[in-house]
């Protein structure tokens, strides 16, 4: 029987978490900072968003998927570093929390993406109706309570790797933690608190990254 096929060293390199990362990062700041320019958060809205400013909230809705498989590649990257150290129950826990993340993300995007062709098709009949409120309402309850909420529990979990493998430097993990609180008691008060997460990810990744080619960089 052949030896079971094991993926390259070079594509479980904390450089690749990195890397990935960065482009999480990257993609959904841009996003975020695209529909808090545009889109008020505040489920009642008048809906003057879906006017000659949309381009803005559908560039950012385009960009999010790409940040959803920057992200996967990410979490399963920083799950190959546990190794050994892997417990079942706390894989379970990382794995789902970040699952449920991008999933509840990408629903709350498609559900602001509906708008939007509801508008183009029907334009003049959505805004101010009762549809319009519930599919706002819906996309903001999703975004700021439920995905939010469980990204802080992917923190906690992400920062518990940070301290037991020593992939970047402890002090990460503490930010983590006090990320998670920030999220968990103001992602439905403060609309800020939406750009917590991708930046503790953007630090994090820029830390390993710097390590890494440190340690490159040493002699022997």
């Not at 109706?129 to 979990?157: D, E, G, P, Q």
């Amino acid at each position: 029987m052949p030896p079971p096929h094991h993926a390259p060293d070079g594509l479980k390199t904390p450089k690749a978490a990195a890397v990935a990362g960065i482009l999480f990062s990257a993609l959904l700041l841009s996003s975020l900072v695209l529909v808090l320019q545009t889109l008020r958060l505040n489920p009642q809205d008048p809906g003057d968003w879906v006017g000659p400013q949309s381009w803005k909230v559908a560039l950012a809705l385009n960009l999010i998927p790409f940040a959803g498989i920057a992200f996967l590649w990410f979490m399963g990257v920083l799950r190959d570093r546990l190794g050994a150290q892997e417990n079942r129950l706390f894989a379970t826990v990382f794995l789902g929390s970040g699952f449920l993340f991008i999933g509840m993300l990408f629903v709350a995007a498609s559900a602001i993406g509906a708008i939007l062709l509801t508008h183009a098709a029907r334009p003049g009949e959505l805004i101010g109706s009762v549809t319009f409120t519930l599919a706002r309402s819906f996309a903001y309850n999703l975004a700021s309570i439920y995905a939010m909420k469980v990204s802080s529990v992917f923190l906690i979990t992400a920062s518990t790797i940070v301290l037991r493998t020593g992939i970047t430097g402890r002090w990460t993990a503490f930010t983590g933690y006090t990320a998670a609180a920030v999220i968990l008691f103001g992602s439905h008060l403060v609309d800020w608190t939406f750009l917590v997460f991708p930046i503790w990810v953007l630090i994090v990744s820029c830390d390993i990254l710097v390590r890494e080619y440190r340690r490159a960089d040493r002699p022997g």
